[in-house]
């Protein structure tokens, strides 16, 4: 089961303008993490936000988190084509231990 | 360097046969993870681990099986009766649970031939 759906699935941009993705939840969390995906490669973790807190900024990365909303929203700033890569934002649930269940991703594109 | 290492890269299966894909950590971490990937796919965790001599199913466990023996290995076997393997595996690893970040490998592709 997924915990975390992203929003929208492909998004495709010029260099230079922001990119905004968002990911909705279920079930209540501690914390959320947002991971990118080069093709092809592992995940790398990109920022955490814990469900106290609202807003977090990372370089040219800001994330946003709504605990009533079951919601968060990663937004890339000032785009380079190196950030062309997919997106998943990631929860933990609890199921007998702790699990780290990833959304489906976002897949950006950043055209030159 | 510390880090994950998964091994081997690229992996062909005939029909019917078993497989183990490995996951090394030298991070020192308490959780490990397996995931599979489908192409354009999210994620689908298949085992985790939060302690040596402990491990969960996840969503998709069924024709795959683990071992955590030691804190730093936790290989991953892909049995016959996982009647679609072909995919790409992705092993990860975080100090425990409770907010700390996942550090993962580079994967393993499984092909069917």
């Known amino acids: 089961s997924q915990q975390g759906e992203e929003d929208p699935q492909a998004l495709s941009i010029q260099e230079g303008e922001n990119a905004t993705m968002n990911c909705s939840y279920k079930?209540?969390?501690?914390?959320l993490q947002w991971y990118r995906q080069n093709s092809g490669r592992g995940l790398v973790h990109l920022i955490l936000?814990?469900?106290?807190?609202r807003e977090k900024h990372s370089g040219r990365l800001r994330v946003t988190l709504d605990t009533s909303k079951k919601s968060s929203s990663l937004l890339i700033t000032a785009s380079r084509a190196a950030d062309t890569a997919s997106y998943f934002c990631?929860?933990?649930?609890?199921?007998?231990?702790?699990?780290?269940?990833f959304g489906q991703g976002t897949r950006l594109t950043i055209n030159p | 360097d510390g880090g994950i290492t998964q091994s081997p890269k690229y992996l062909f299966r005939k029909e019917g046969q078993n497989v183990t894909l490995s996951c090394e950590q030298n991070?020192?971490?308490?959780?490990m993870y397996w995931y599979r990937q489908d192409p354009g796919q999210g994620l689908r965790l298949i085992y985790y681990?939060?302690?040596?001599?402990?491990?969960q199913k996840g969503d998709i466990a069924e024709g795959y099986s683990v071992s955590r023996e030691k804190k730093e290995s936790f290989p991953l076997s892909v049995t016959s009766a996982q009647k679609n393997p072909t995919a790409f595996y992705l092993c990860?690893?975080?100090?425990?649970?409770?907010?700390?970040?996942?550090?993962f490998g580079q994967g393993t592709r499984l092909t069917v031939v």
């Open positions: 079930t209540s969390i501690n914390n």
């Open positions: 991070l020192n971490h308490d959780a």
């Open positions: 936000i814990r469900s106290n807190e």
């Open positions: 990860a690893s975080s100090q425990s649970t409770g907010g700390y970040a996942a550090f």
């Open positions: 681990s939060q302690i040596v001599n402990d491990f």
């Open positions: 990631a929860t933990e649930i609890f199921q007998g231990a702790q699990k780290l269940v």
